[in-house]
């Protein structure tokens, strides 16, 4: 692959957060621009912008995202509710979010339970972008092993060979 094909590759990659078809942020998506960048090479950008820069423990985002999915996934769901606190993270703005993450983008309607998760999936994605979440959400989801850029093993070698109760590892 050449210089030019890799920094291609690169480009769409980080264009669209490694996110499958479906999935890809909108072309209008505050939060892409946030998160990277395509000037001197592609780089991220977001908390990883400087060497000093803090990355949050937590953002304020991932509550409502949590929301929004515990009443989607209610045994009667809630849809109305879901919908609700999935439209505060897609329509939030920059400058009200204390760390500057913001879609910014018009509400979602009239969607069905199966289509509420997928774009609770899709912004969790987007929103949480480089926190350690995603491969846990894509357990939970269901989402497919050929989504998945790695497969780690979950318990190191050590634990395995030191512990008889480690359960085994995923299929892959």
Do not use: H
């Not at 480009?11 to 890809?24: H, I, S």
């Not at 899709?122 to 929103?127: S, T």
């Not at 269901?142 to 109760?165: C, H, I, K, Q, W």
Request: with cysteine.
């Amino acid at each position: 692959m050449s210089w030019k094909d890799a920094k291609l590759a690169a480009t769409e990659w980080l264009a669209t957060l490694n996110l499958p078809a479906g999935f890809q942020p909108d072309a209008g998506d505050k939060r892409v621009p946030f998160y990277t960048t395509n000037a001197y090479a592609s780089k991220v950008l977001g908390f990883g912008a400087g060497s000093t820069t803090a990355w949050p423990l937590y953002l304020p985002g991932e509550m409502t995202l949590i929301k929004a999915e515990a009443y989607a996934r209610q045994a009667t769901p809630d849809l109305v509710n879901s919908l609700v606190e999935l439209n505060k993270i897609v329509t939030k703005k920059a400058a009200n979010d204390p760390f500057g993450v913001g879609a910014d983008l018009p509400p979602l309607v009239g969607l069905t339970q199966a289509q509420i998760l997928n774009e609770i999936y899709r912004n969790r994605c987007i929103e949480l972008y480089m926190s350690g979440l995603k491969l846990e959400d894509m357990r939970r989801f269901g989402r497919p092993n050929s989504e998945r850029s790695r497969n780690l093993l979950p318990y190191p070698f050590r634990e395995r060979d030191n512990n008889p109760n480690t359960p085994a590892d995923p299929a892959f």
